[in-house]
């Protein structure tokens, strides 16, 4: 039977059971950090739908940087409401 990986110390390596991709063997969670930064925004996204909050809020509320919830909103990931706050 032929290995999974050309390279068998391939198949050793710590993979998000996701994307697949390869992690570091350090790295806490169980997704990579990229689908773990997708996660949060999706619940980011969800709280700001159903909640009238401002940036800063989000981001005491997801204790992630207020500079994260900045850039998702200037690349156009979150929207600004009506009422200025997003």
Do not use: H, S
Request: one cysteine or more; glycine letters at 2%; a positive charge.
């Amino acid at each position: 039977m032929r290995p999974r990986f050309d390279n068998p110390e391939e198949d050793t390596k710590k993979r998000c059971p996701r994307c697949r991709k390869i992690m570091a063997k350090t790295w806490a969670n169980e997704l990579c950090p990229a689908c773990t930064d997708e996660d949060l925004y999706k619940k980011v996204k969800e709280y700001i739908t159903n909640n009238d909050v401002t940036a800063t809020e989000v981001a005491m509320e997801f204790d992630i940087p207020l500079q994260k919830v900045n850039a998702w909103i200037k690349e156009g990931f979150i929207e600004y409401r009506k009422n200025n706050y997003f």
